[in-house]
């Protein structure tokens, strides 16, 4: 379908994109599938080509808009590379540094996050604690100068490479959700120890681990913002975030859809093509359409997000709809491949497996219509 949401030097720095992922991804994706998790030294390509930190403003980043930021996620979705964690790092991190940082806050941080020299990572998941983060436990005690830390964050991306991480930990616990706090970690700091990568259904390729603090003093200057705001910090980027998955679930199932097409154009069953079959045509026509009525929605969710106006509902419907479109989708093109869909090496078992996170990450299915439906 023709998209009128991008501009010209959109779709010019789509191209180079593309060409990034030609040479620098996809001849190693499976080797960091293997490994679990990416090289960093993919991190300084990135940056070196402008594809980290597109939407802040310079001199600390690359000086685009989201649209640059979303050219950078759909190309990498379309592409079945679930498993690059740029998204996190630019589109998350960055944002609350951008947003709630002092001037020596972001000359500190951003110039190395967008360049690729510093890889960023947020933690708010606890063991008992996932989308509800009122049941934080991890501790930040304020003494004097610096906080004392105290807790674990789990299902981390990014934690393996991290070298700067937004942390959600309580300064005040009798103060319930409004007594949160935003600390930045940042590697290398006494008592902060980063875990071995945590092994998953898919999306191997990246770096998801626990993190552990242990009497961590994390200076006052590393406080974000201002203390016991931190709740409402994360429900102010929730929309952002969200549009963001669903922007990965969209073009991934449509790179899928292209996939599944040129795989059924030649494989032949019975001594016929397995598109000749009218199962298979109808099955395509289903995703085709479904997948072409979702990508209207997220347009018009993704222009009025760059002009400052999407609202946390818009943004939940559409983060439930594509990770549930998606879901559902891929089942339905997996079958057409047969046993070959089964296996680890082909495309769409990645993909099948890689787009089960989406609908846990930024909040779940219920919780995104907790969300829909207060609004009625």
């Not at 991934?252 to 996939?259: A, C, D, T, V, W």
């Given at each position: 379908?023709s998209r009128t949401v991008f ?198 390729a990246q770096d998801t681990c ?167």
């Amino acid at each position: 379908m023709s998209r009128t949401v991008f501009r010209d030097d959109h779709l010019t720095f789509q191209s180079q994109v593309q060409r990034f992922i030609l040479q620098e991804i996809l001849p190693h994706y499976e080797q960091w599938e293997q490994s679990g998790v990416t090289p960093r030294d993919l991190w300084r390509k990135a940056g070196d080509n402008g594809l980290l930190n597109c939407a802040i403003p310079e001199p600390w980043g690359a000086g685009g808009d989201f649209g640059h930021s979303a050219i950078v996620i759909e190309t990498i979705a379309r592409a079945n590379c679930l498993g690059i964690g740029f998204s996190i790092h630019s589109d998350m991190v960055a944002p609350y540094i951008m947003r709630l940082g002092t001037s020596a806050q972001k000359d500190r941080w951003l110039p190395r996050m967008t360049s690729g020299e510093s890889i960023g990572a947020i933690a708010l998941t606890e063991p008992d604690a996932g989308s509800d983060l009122k049941a934080i436990r991890t501790r930040a005690k304020p003494a004097g100068s610096h906080y004392v830390l105290n807790g674990q964050k789990t299902f981390i991306t990014n934690g393996v490479n991290a070298d700067i991480v937004l942390v959600l930990a309580s300064t005040h616990p009798e103060m319930g959700a409004r007594g949160l706090s935003m600390l930045v970690v940042e590697r290398g700091m006494k008592g902060f120890e980063q875990g071995q990568p945590l092994r998953k259904l898919g999306q191997h390729a990246q770096d998801t681990c626990e993190l552990f603090f242990d009497n961590v003093e994390v200076p006052a200057d590393n406080l974000l913002g201002i203390e016991n705001a931190g709740f409402s910090y994360v429900t102010e980027e929730l929309a952002q975030e969200r549009l963001s998955i669903a922007l990965r679930a969209a073009a991934n199932l449509e790179g899928m859809i292209e996939e599944t097409i040129e795989y059924v154009s030649q494989r032949k069953a019975f001594g016929r093509r397995v598109l000749d079959f009218q199962n298979t045509r109808f099955t395509l026509a289903d995703a085709i359409a479904q997948s072409t009525m979702l990508r209207s929605f997220l347009d018009d969710c993704l222009e009025r997000h760059m002009h400052g106006k999407l609202d946390a509902t818009s943004a939940a419907i559409a983060k439930l709809n594509a990770t549930e479109l998606q879901g559902r989708l891929l089942d339905s093109l997996q079958q057409l491949f047969g046993g070959y869909g089964y296996m680890a090496e082909c495309g769409i078992a990645r993909a099948w497996a890689d787009a089960r996170a989406l609908r846990l990450l930024g909040g779940t299915s219920e919780i995104m219509r907790e969300i829909i439906g207060k609004s009625v």
